[in-house]
């Protein structure tokens, strides 16, 4: 669930929707979203001074509740 709520977010935000993807990772001290982006897109998705990516981790942060959740915001080509 909260990798669609993710995703729907920052869809709204960047200029080339399709090229957003989330992907869902388990950790040991919980999930890890990766956002991928289009490169000319993630100065939009970070914002000014971050606050685009920090309201974006507040919003699914109060989605998971009192589960750890961390967010990534990575180029389509980046590989980690």
């Known amino acids: 669930m909260l990798e669609e709520a993710l ?3 920052v869809r709204g ?3 080339h929707p399709d090229d957003v993807h989330v992907a869902s990772r388990m950790m040991r ?10 490169p ?3 100065g939009k998705v970070i914002g000014r001074g971050g606050r685009t990516a920090r309201a974006l981790r507040t919003v699914i942060g109060s989605l998971a509740g009192n589960r750890h ?5 990575l180029e389509t080509g ?3």
Not at 29 to 38: D, M, W
């Open 13 to 15: 935000i960047v200029s």
């Open 7 to 9: 995703e729907h977010l």
């Open 69 to 73: 959740v961390r967010i990534d915001l």
């Open 29 to 38: 001290r919980g999930n890890v979203l990766e956002v991928r982006v289009h």
């Open 78 to 80: 980046e590989v980690r």
């Open 40 to 42: 000319d897109d993630l």
